[in-house]
Nanobody
Framework: QVQLVESGGGLVQAGGSLRLSCTASGRTNSLILMGWYRQAPGSQREMVATVTSADSTNYADYAKGRFSISRDNAKNTVSLQMNSLKPEDTAVYYC?????????????WGQGTQVTVSS
C-alpha cells in the first residue's frame, strides 16, 4: 500500500502562485508515475500533470507554460508549481501515484487539497 499526503492548497488571487506538494509513504519502491489531477464542482476529475520515475513529464494543455511538475525520487515527493493562476483553476487537487505489481499496477490517490482562485 501507498499513502499520499498533500499540502499547499489555499486561496489566492488571480495571477498569483501556489505550490502543491505530495509525499508518498509505504511501499514506494515501484512508483512508476506520480502526478496531479483536479476536480472542479460538477466536473469530472482531469489530469493536470504527471511525471515518471525517469522524469518524463506530461501536462494538460491548460497547464502548459503556467504549471511545472517536479519529483524527488529519493524523498518520494512530487510538487506542482502553479503560476498565473486563473479563477477556472479553482478545484480540489489530488495527488496520484501508480505503482507496479507482479501483474498490472495499482493506482493511489491523496485526500485532495482545495485550491481557490479569486477574481
Amino acid at each position: 500500500q501507498v499513502q499520499l499526503v498533500e499540502s499547499g492548497g489555499g486561496l489566492v488571487q488571480a495571477g498569483g502562485s501556489l505550490r502543491l506538494s505530495c509525499t508518498a509513504s509505504g511501499r514506494t519502491n515501484s512508483l512508476i508515475l506520480m502526478g496531479w489531477y483536479r476536480q472542479a464542482p460538477g466536473s469530472q476529475r482531469e489530469m493536470v500533470a504527471t511525471v515518471t520515475s525517469a522524469d518524463s513529464t506530461n501536462y494538460a494543455d491548460y497547464a502548459k507554460g503556467r504549471f511545472s511538475i517536479s519529483r524527488d525520487n529519493a524523498k518520494n515527493t512530487v510538487s506542482l508549481q502553479m503560476n498565473s493562476l486563473k479563477p477556472e483553476d479553482t478545484a480540489v487537487y489530488y495527488c496520484f501515484a501508480k505503482s507496479l505489481k507482479l501483474i498490472g499496477s495499482n493506482d493511489y490517490w491523496g485526500q485532495g487539497t482545495q485550491v481557490t482562485v479569486s477574481s
